[in-house]
């Protein structure tokens, strides 16, 4: 089971939208709603930012959307803000053979 | 509050065996709509899926290490274990515990990891 596929960075200036790409396979993102997404700054433990896809956790700000077409799930933050500057990580349930995979990993720049 | 903190060996030698065990506090680890996964992240890269199991002892590996992988749990203790076999510099990372709830989910297979021990790291060196 390959990692999925994320862009390597994107940046925006404050203020601005960005969206991240995650795309797999009918067998792991096409395949299911259970798709997850972490934001990890430098040093420190990822944190769960969106699950099944598009619910947000108690707490996550409502900038944090996510969605998904096809094999190809994303995320959105709307109104840039400098502390949004990190590395996100997609995961997605993949089967009773391979049950989770996480993203490549896509480094967010607040230009 | 849960909270997960990670335990065991900073410097495991190759070919042996690493060892980790997650604390779990302020909760209990036969939560109904939890379970207990490891994550790992090798220097400069992203996270590796280990494998989770639930407080009952059902197991779930990733494929490309589930012939070196153990994750075994204590109720008693409300502890949850790694254990990784056959061990080389590959296995260097920063290893996580974390805490999947499928309660808001509709599903046992969604929800998302959403409590994180801080990470311990493992070199592996002789």
């Known amino acids: 089971q390959s990692a999925l596929t994320q862009p390597r960075s994107v940046s925006g200036s404050p203020g601005q939208s960005v969206t991240i790409s995650c795309t797999g396979t009918?067998?792991?993102?096409?395949?299911?709603?259970?798709v997850s997404w972490y934001q990890q700054h430098p040093g420190k433990a990822p944190k769960l930012m969106i699950y099944?896809?598009?619910k947000r956790p108690s707490g996550v700000p409502d900038r944090f959307s996510g969605s998904k077409s096809g094999n190809t799930a994303s995320l959105t933050i709307s109104g840039l803000q400098a502390e949004d500057e990190a590395d996100f990580y997609c995961?997605?349930?993949?089967?009773?053979?391979?049950?989770?995979?996480f993203g490549t990993g896509t480094k967010v720049t607040v230009l | 509050q849960l909270q997960l903190q990670e335990s065991g060996p900073g410097l495991v030698k190759p070919s042996e065996t690493l060892s980790l065990t997650c604390t779990v506090s302020?909760?209990?680890?036969?939560?109904?709509?939890?379970?207990w996964g490891w994550i790992r992240q090798p220097p400069g890269k992203g996270l590796e899926w280990i494998g989770s199991?639930?407080?009952?002892?059902?197991?779930y590996y990733n494929p490309s290490l589930k012939s070196r992988v153990t994750i075994s749990v204590d109720t008693s203790k409300n502890q949850f274990s790694l254990r990784l076999s056959s061990v080389t510099a590959a296995d260097t990372a920063v290893y996580y515990c974390?805490?999947?709830?499928?309660?808001?989910?509709?599903?046992?297979?969604?929800?998302?990891?959403?409590?994180w021990g801080q990470g311990t790291t493992v070199t592996v060196s002789s």
């Open positions: 995961c997605s349930y993949a089967g009773s053979y391979t049950p989770y995979v």
């Open positions: 974390a805490r999947r709830d499928v309660g808001f989910s509709s599903s046992w297979r969604g929800g998302g990891m959403d409590v």
């Open positions: 099944d896809v598009s």
């Open positions: 009918n067998s792991d993102v096409g395949g299911y709603n259970y």
């Open positions: 199991i639930y407080y009952s002892g059902s197991t």
């Open positions: 302020g909760g209990s680890i036969t939560s109904s709509s939890c379970y």
